[in-house]
């Protein structure tokens, strides 16, 4: 099914791509779905990128989560024992980002670009709110964020291929894991020719609670007590019920 | 299987949550305890955040303790109005203790707390668990057990407010079993347990009820202390998950129901030793992971 639906949206870019040849772009792209759903049985979910380019060139494409304050700490020893002892906000960071590209990065453009706009890990821009950190103390911060995010598969720890059919249409897959943060995801596809970028697009891609999952998480949010009290309903009934299967055993 | 728990916002199998659920059930019917000291740690180990643990197990433990209530009221043991002065004390330190647990939270030193108060409690009651253990086995070898006095009377029977406890055969100072309410309370919203593991040894060394009635008042109060850290913890932190709640109570009813059986199998205190090896064992490992160097040093806090 999946193959199935692969070819045909390699065939609808195709179409799109011709009729948009007459016009400017050179770039086109699309995503399988727009809307990832985290469902009870949610483990992850993959979404496919599809699109055509006018001429050469290499595609990158980048997804972010949306951009949060993080707050992290490190540990130092205090009589033996390991504890938190500082700590460090950073303004904004993006709460997912992975990357995919035609060819290895640093092959593709110089530094100076990459890190224009933020591809890979190593240049993503994160703002340390205390300006008092010395640069090499906010770099170890910064290093240790990063080592955070990516054992926990929200940043990614290589890049993907973006694989070439012929010369003209590209696809790429954009893994998401099971503990992926909800939001407005962006999904930036960019083209570059002789490491300058002559094309970009940007999709968005949603990423939320659907269903029972949905419900029980927004209710225990907007009604807090009222959530207590049915879970405490719900614990109370399920003890007796308990109690009376136990009684009959 | 995987299943998505919507509050710990983590995907887990369900079969591993029936299976220690089931495991955790079996041992607290085999011992006769809550389970919560084995639960809320095993729930950190998997990755369940430690916020969302606490809260849960609270949760868990109110279904757990109604159904072990139920049977000790039947067969007349709970001392009500002991209970009542308990879960007094239990309903202040609960609160102050979910206050506290969403300041520690805050500081990013929550973590710390959680393992702290679980060697620190752990490892006296263990100790102790197990020198009475094997002191009852060693006295049952070697001579018929000496007569032992109701109580002694020390300093506590001079504290005011005295009142009546006719289950409990007792005329003592409201004071003591405010006060181990209220410590109880505490621990109970902090490390997401009933408490019964120092309720119980409390009431029987410090306030001298017999020990009849010990486990069911003591669970009749964990009822109440546990429901409270519950709404406190659902109201104040959103860190109760009852998809995750249901799913343990589930594998422990069925588990107790065996692990009850087994006990039944075997003498007072061998599984008094075995238990406290297990207490003993959990502490252990606690303690190693607050002392060896992490991997790493940095790690992510919360963020509201």
Request: proline share 3%.
């Amino acid at each position: 099914m999946n193959r199935r639906l692969i070819r045909f949206a390699l065939l609808s870019v195709a179409l799109l791509s011709l009729t948009a040849s007459s016009r400017a772009d050179t770039l086109v792209a699309d995503l399988s779905q727009h809307l990832v759903g985290i469902t009870t049985g949610f483990a992850g979910a993959d979404v496919l990128l599809f699109g055509a380019v006018e001429g050469h060139g290499d595609v990158v494409v980048v997804t972010r989560g949306p951009d949060r304050p993080a707050v992290m700490h490190r540990k130092s020893r205090i009589l033996g024992v390991w504890v938190n002892t500082a700590s460090m906000t950073f303004d904004r960071v993006p709460s997912f980002y992975g990357i995919a590209s035609s060819r290895p990065l640093e092959e593709i453009a110089p530094a100076t670009v990459l890190a224009r706009h933020e591809m890979g890990v190593e240049h993503l821009r994160l703002d340390l709110a205390r300006a008092k950190a010395s640069p090499n103390v906010a770099a170890e911060w910064r290093a240790g964020l990063l080592r955070n995010f990516q054992r926990a598969g929200l940043y990614a720890g290589s890049v993907r291929n973006v694989t070439f059919l012929g010369n003209r249409l590209f696809r790429t897959r954009i893994s998401l894991p099971a503990n992926v943060p909800t939001g407005i995801y962006q999904v930036q596809v960019f083209l570059l020719q002789d490491g300058r970028i002559v094309s970009a697009q940007t999709t968005p891609l949603s990423v939320s609670k659907i269903g029972g999952e949905a419900v029980v998480f927004d209710f225990a949010y907007s009604r807090p007590a009222t959530y207590g009290l049915i879970a405490i309903a719900l614990a109370l009934v399920a003890g007796w019920l308990a109690h009376l299967i136990f009684r009959k055993a | 299987m995987q299943i998505y728990l919507p509050i710990a916002e983590m995907s887990v199998n369900v079969f591993l949550l029936l299976g220690m659920g089931g495991g955790v059930g079996f041992l607290s019917g085999l011992f006769g305890v809550g389970g919560g000291f084995l639960m809320t740690p095993l729930l950190i180990f998997i990755g369940v955040p430690p916020a969302v643990a606490v809260g849960t197990e609270a949760n868990q433990i109110v279904a757990s303790s109604v159904s072990g209530v139920l049977a000790h009221w039947r067969r007349g043991n709970v001392d009500f109005k002991m209970g009542f002065v308990l879960l007094l004390g239990g309903f202040a330190g609960s609160t102050l203790g979910v206050m506290l647990f969403s300041f520690l939270r805050g500081v990013g030193q929550i973590d710390l707390v959680i393992s702290l108060s679980y060697v620190i409690f752990l490892g006296i009651i263990g100790a102790l668990m197990f020198l009475e253990g094997v002191r009852a086995m060693r006295r049952r070898k070697s001579a018929a057990a000496q007569r032992r006095k109701l109580h002694q009377h020390t300093w506590i029977h001079g504290l005011p407010l005295k009142m009546r406890f006719r289950r409990s055969k007792l005329y003592i100072s409201a004071l003591m079993p405010l006060s181990i309410g209220f410590l109880v309370g505490v621990l109970s919203a902090i490390m997401g347990v009933g408490g019964g593991f120092i309720m119980v040894p409390a009431m029987i060394y410090l306030l001298g009820m017999p020990t009849s009635v010990v486990i069911g008042t003591s669970l009749f109060q964990i009822i109440f202390v546990t429901a409270n850290v519950t709404f406190l913890q659902a109201y104040a932190n959103q860190t109760v998950d009852v998809v995750l709640a249901l799913l343990l109570l589930t594998g422990a009813v069925i588990g107790a129901q065996f692990g009850a059986r087994a006990g039944a199998r075997l003498q007072g205190e061998e599984l008094r030793v075995l238990l406290a090896l297990m207490v003993l064992a959990v502490c252990a490992k606690l303690f190693y992971d607050l002392l060896v160097t992490p991997g790493d040093l940095y790690s992510i806090g919360i963020t509201r």
